[in-house]
């Protein structure tokens, strides 16, 4: 049972456009929501994060959207580049114990 | 990749038997976990340590074992390798819980092949 579903599996954006990818969750208790971004054969890094007592946060070309009533969330890269080709994952946690759920990933192409 | 190192890189074994991955840490953070990534599902949790000889289960944890006997080291293995268990995979590391949203860090990831 996957906890945290996200959408889509791959994007392909055109430079300079908008790259938005979502990502649902079940259980209320879920307290933080990292971005995790991917290059191919690395380990993912932290790109940005959000509590759920903001609705947005933003940070240079990257934007989390949350939604606490829907259960969801989102990130949104402005501008997008073709160095934003990687793969993104969503994540969540409860506070206390720090452990990530994460989704499925997307596969971000951004054409030049 | 914030002073985490995994050992071996990549492995190619086959079906029965064992095989041990390692972890090793340079920043003397607490908290350590093995992920396994898979395509379609992310990553998903094997198993935690939150302490020197402390660990606990993760998500998929069936087939795998987890020591600590240093704070730089934790150790993942398979005891009996299963095509199945053909991943990639990642250690992490974080400095604290218990309230804080701390940041967890990625290793560079080992690339397992069970034929």
């Known amino acids: 049972q996957q906890q945290v579903k996200q959408s889509p599996q791959s994007l392909i954006v055109q430079k300079g456009g908008i790259s938005i990818i979502n990502c649902a969750y079940e259980n209320t208790a879920f307290d933080y929501f990292p971005w995790y971004q991917q290059f191919p054969g690395k380990g993912p890094a932290l790109l940005i994060a959000?509590?759920?007592?903001?609705s947005e946060k933003k940070e240079g070309r990257f934007t989390i959207s949350f939604n606490k009533s829907a259960k969801q969330f989102s990130l949104h890269i402005m501008d997008s580049q073709p160095g934003d080709s990687a793969t993104y994952f969503c994540a969540a946690s409860i506070s206390a114990g720090n452990m990530l759920t994460f989704g499925g990933g997307t596969r971000l192409m951004v054409k030049p | 990749d914030a002073g985490i190192t995994q050992s071996p890189r990549h492995k190619v074994t086959e079906t029965g038997t064992p095989v041990t991955l390692r972890c090793h840490q340079t920043?003397?953070?607490?908290?350590m976990y093995w992920y396994r990534q898979d395509p379609g599902h992310g990553l998903r949790l094997i198993h935690y340590s939150y302490g020197v000889k402390d660990t606990d289960k993760g998500e998929v944890s069936d087939g795998y074992s987890v020591s600590r006997s240093k704070t730089e080291d934790f150790l993942l293995t398979l005891e009996s390798a299963t095509s199945s268990q053909t991943s990639v995979y990642f250690c992490?590391?974080?400095?604290?819980?218990?309230?804080?949203?701390?940041?967890?860090?990625f290793g560079p990831g080992t690339r397992l092949t069970v034929l």
């Open positions: 992490a590391i974080s400095a604290s819980t218990g309230g804080a949203y701390n940041e967890q860090f």
């Open positions: 920043e003397n953070h607490r908290y």
């Open positions: 959000i509590r759920p007592d903001v």
